[in-house]
């Protein structure tokens, strides 16, 4: 439908129904309202435009292809009183920082025990598999090899790390996958008991937001955190 810059277009964010220190971002454009759909790096550019014109041409979406300097995004034409009611399933909001830097240290700490018990090699098919699996999902920021290298070699605590933009069906799905191809490498789920020890440099507060909501999702038995 569109594709546009960032001086086109106005930016808000409205209160989330439920939480006090969550939000939505809201696309405004000619008087409508867009909600955020997905993310990508600069360097995906045409990755990104060919998801736009999938929704737009295929789909028969309403859409905006947002260009900025260091990251395209793709916005969905919604009703902002439909947005707010969406919110309140938690599945449209964006998930709190804390809870993608502890994901981040998770799949970091993943690989890292991958190459170290079985190698660099095993180690980069993990990263390529990881890869092509959030692909599939649309996850920004984390759907190419490129990009999972990107993730695997920053500090997610630092201040100046930009931390992407997720869904919580994207962290979900993130979880879900390193899950998935953590127990299939490692041939067991061993890997998820040292949580505490992973987590161990984030904030107390940051650290208790994270394990607070993934006891309270779906993968809570998996990562072994369910309530007891």
């Given amino acids: 439908m569109f594709i546009l810059k ?12 439920k ?35 999938d929704l737009t041409d295929n789909q028969g979406k309403f859409c905006i292809l947002l260009q900025e300097k260091k990251r395209h995004s793709i916005w969905e034409r919604a009703k902002i009183d439909l947005l707010k009611e969406e919110a309140k399933t938690e599945e449209n909001s964006i ?8 994901s981040l240290l998770l799949l970091q ?9 079985l190698g660099g090699r095993q180690a ?17 920021q984390a759907d190419t090899e490129e990009a999972i290298d990107r993730l695997l070699n920053v500090d997610p605590l630092n201040d100046d790390f930009e931390v992407p933009l997720w869904q919580e069906q994207h962290l979900i799905d993130f979880l879900a996958e390193l ?6 490498f490692f041939g067991n789920t061993n890997f998820v008991l040292g949580i505490e020890e992973i987590l161990q440099d984030m904030g ?9 909501w993934l006891k ?7 990562w072994g955190v369910t309530n007891k």
């Fill in 6 to 17: 960032r001086q086109d277009v106005e930016i808000v964010n409205i209160q989330h129904p």
């Fill in 19 to 53: 939480q006090e220190d969550r939000q939505i971002p809201i696309l405004k454009y000619q008087d409508r309202a867009y909600r955020l759909l997905n993310i990508y790096d600069a360097a995906q550019a045409e990755e990104a435009k060919n998801y736009w014109k």
């Fill in 95 to 102: 998930s709190p920082a804390s809870c993608i830097q502890a």
């Fill in 109 to 117: 700490a993943v690989y890292f025990d991958l190459e170290e018990l």
């Fill in 124 to 140: 980069k098919v993990f990263q390529k598999e990881m890869s092509n699996a959030l692909g599939n999902k649309h996850i920004p």
């Fill in 179 to 184: 899950y998935r191809l953590g127990k299939s």
């Fill in 204 to 212: 107390e507060k940051e650290r208790q937001e994270f394990t607070s």
């Fill in 216 to 222: 309270k999702s779906s993968l809570s038995q998996n």
